[in-house]
């Protein structure tokens, strides 16, 4: 079924109209739809589910690495390095999915595995990732609320892109054209920022003491990795097994990533509006089937997760046609498209952000 959204959602966000809340006397939508949803028990966990998920990716993972050592020096290595690119995304969806406590009912245990998956088996911050997305998903594509829409390598408003000058003012007329190729670098990015964020010294001691946690994990991590890529491959097989690697995979999760919010509706930092509608009209779903939930992670049904984020993974398809026909009877906008349909709304909205910094005539 394919589902248009209305074009007040797909503007850029200097362009964006905003929906006003519903009036208080007629009670909040959201908590209509919470009710259908528990009573459907989609929010019940799957331990079953996510034991044979974590156990066969932990094998996966475990054979990418036992081929890694058995090939030895060859440049057939650059295939192993795909293929752990691919086994390290998807560990990286299983830290997601602990991190929103969809696994286990305690969130020790889910802290746990996020930690493992993240800091150990990936070298990413599980502290740091949580901190960020949490804000992302209390304020979704909402301008200086939302991290993943800061101003940085990318520029996502207009105003950020007229404010920009030498380099960064070339980046964002060329944005559109650099997205992909930039995001060979993203898995660096998330490594760095990531350990930046583990010298800063704030917070409680509480705190304080859980960073020294993770520091050891993700030292453990960098160590292991290098020892092992170096131990096994000569230097110049092992710089670009390491390229090769650490570049699939920071393009795998940017390509995962990407279609959730990119190019939707933008909201400023002081409009209001309700839970439900910020949820939906900031998010898009992406079509397909099985392997495209595998692939994505779940991320595909980006509308459910973000109004149910603690929904385990395998029920969110379930909850697609509920969410679905709510937003019909209720006029919201709900938008769904293909994977790559999505990729070009992404690209539409990155290049017309850069256009104020494009020459008049093409401008």
């Known amino acids: 079924m394919t589902t248009e959204i209305s074009d007040r959602s797909t503007r850029p966000?200097?362009?964006?109209?905003?929906?006003?809340p519903r009036p208080a006397g007629r009670g909040s939508d959201y908590a209509a739809l919470s009710r259908e949803v528990k009573a459907s028990g989609l929010l019940?966990?799957?331990?079953?589910?996510?034991?044979?998920?974590?156990?066969?990716?932990?094998?996966?993972?475990?054979?990418?690495?036992?081929a890694f050592a058995l090939i030895g020096?060859?440049?057939?290595?650059?295939?192993?390095?795909?293929?752990?690119?691919?086994?390290?995304?998807?560990?990286?969806?299983?830290g997601h999915d602990a991190g929103h406590h969809q696994i286990a009912a305690s969130k020790r245990v889910n802290n746990v595995l996020g930690?493992?998956?993240?800091?150990?088996?990936?070298?990413?911050?599980?502290g740091w990732w949580i901190s960020k997305h949490n804000r992302h998903h209390s304020h979704p594509n909402h301008v200086d609320r939302d991290p993943d829409i800061a101003d940085g390598a990318i520029a996502f408003t207009e105003d950020h892109a007229r404010v920009r000058r030498g380099a960064y003012a070339w980046l964002?007329?060329?944005?559109?054209?650099?997205?992909?190729?930039?995001?060979?670098?993203?898995?660096?990015?998330?490594?760095?920022?990531?350990?930046?964020?583990?010298?800063?010294?704030?917070?409680?001691?509480?705190?304080?003491?859980?960073?020294?946690g993770q520091a050891s994990?993700?030292?453990?991590?960098?160590?292991?990795?290098?020892?092992?890529?170096?131990?096994?491959?000569?230097?110049?097989?092992?710089?670009?097994f390491i390229a090769v690697h650490q570049g699939l995979?920071?393009?795998?999760?940017?390509?995962?990533?990407?279609?959730?919010?990119?190019?939707?509706?933008?909201?400023?930092?002081?409009?209001?509006?309700?839970?439900?509608?910020?949820?939906?009209?900031?998010?898009?779903?992406?079509r397909g089937h099985k392997f495209t939930d595998f692939a994505l992670g779940g991320l595909n049904y980006q509308i459910e997760h973000h109004l149910f984020p603690s929904m385990p993974r395998p029920s969110l398809r379930h909850a697609q046609e509920l969410v679905r026909s709510f937003?019909?009877?209720h006029g919201i906008a709900y938008h769904e498209t293909g994977l790559f349909d999505s990729y070009a709304q992404v690209l539409r909205h990155l290049h017309a952000v850069g256009g104020p910094l494009r020459p008049e005539l093409e401008y």
């Open 249 to 286: 995979f920071g393009l795998y999760m940017g390509c995962s990533f990407a279609p959730n919010h990119k190019g939707m509706a933008l909201f400023a930092k002081d409009d209001k509006i309700d839970f439900l509608r910020r949820q939906v009209l900031t998010s898009r779903n992406i």
């Open 217 to 240: 994990l993700l030292t453990a991590h960098l160590v292991g990795y290098f020892a092992a890529v170096f131990w096994v491959l000569p230097p110049v097989q092992a710089v670009c």
């Open 44 to 66: 019940k966990r799957r331990p079953g589910y996510y034991s044979v998920k974590v156990g066969a990716n932990l094998l996966l993972l475990a054979g990418g690495w036992t």
């Open 115 to 126: 930690r493992v998956h993240a800091d150990l088996l990936i070298g990413l911050s599980y």
């Open 327 to 329: 937003c019909a009877r």
């Open 172 to 212: 964002a007329r060329h944005q559109a054209k650099l997205f992909f190729p930039m995001l060979l670098l993203e898995g660096l990015a998330l490594h760095v920022a990531g350990v930046k964020e583990l010298f800063e010294r704030t917070g409680t001691r509480t705190s304080r003491m859980t960073k020294a």
């Open 13 to 20: 966000a200097d362009h964006a109209e905003i929906p006003h």
């Open 73 to 94: 020096q060859s440049w057939w290595q650059l295939l192993t390095a795909a293929f752990l690119a691919v086994m390290f995304t998807q560990t990286g969806f299983i």
